[in-house]
């Protein structure tokens, strides 16, 4: 499931917003849940990836 959220740059995130984004930095690879729709990538299967877009020659 996504949750989208608006966050402002001009308010402090809340408390349940930092500890959100504290257990995604502290999450590992193991904490990931694969199922049936979305099983994990080889990494075969990864070099078949290509990028979608072009790389900005200048940092945005």
Do not use: Y
């Amino acid at each position: 499931m996504i949750i989208r959220e608006w966050i402002s740059p001009h308010t402090p995130l809340s408390a349940e917003q930092e500890a959100e984004l504290d257990a995604l930095k502290n999450m590992k690879d193991e904490d990931i849940v694969f199922d049936e729709d979305c099983p994990p990538t080889t990494k075969a299967e990864g070099k078949l990836f290509k990028r979608v877009s072009e790389k900005r020659k200048v940092a945005v």
